[in-house]
């Protein structure tokens, strides 16, 4: 079984960006895009999902769209954060932790 975990942080003051809707899209190898989940974060700014992978789910593009401006709701320049990535093994945990503030983001890939 694949998990996928994020956590969001929020740079401007140090907390766990917590109850960020968070929308995944799984891109089909034909352009076919379809929800593939859609969930918020906790209360410690975390998301944690396990999927069970096909193989045409591992061949596929993936796109997790984080709602920020909700969150930031004084300053929504930055509205929504789009990462794009692929899921290529059915049993491997996949984490994307980002920092977050009104203006911009932070990202990177960990596994």
């Known amino acids: 079984m694949a998990t996928l975990s994020s956590h969001l942080l929020n740079s401007v003051n140090g907390t766990h960006a917590s109850n960020v809707d968070i929308i995944i899209y799984q891109i089909k190898s034909n352009g076919d895009r379809k929800v593939f989940c859609e969930t918020k974060t906790d209360n410690g700014g975390r998301v944690l999902k396990e999927f ?3 193989d045409e789910d591992c061949k596929s593009d993936y796109e997790m769209v984080c709602k920020t401006g909700n969150y930031f709701s004084k300053k929504k320049i930055v509205s929504e954060i789009t990462i794009k990535f692929k899921m290529q093994d059915p049993n491997k945990k996949y984490h994307i932790p980002i920092i977050i503030s ?10």
């Not at 203006?103 to 890939?109: K, P």
């Open 52 to 54: 069970n992978l096909n």
């Open 102 to 111: 009104p203006n911009g983001y932070s990202i990177w890939w960990s596994d």
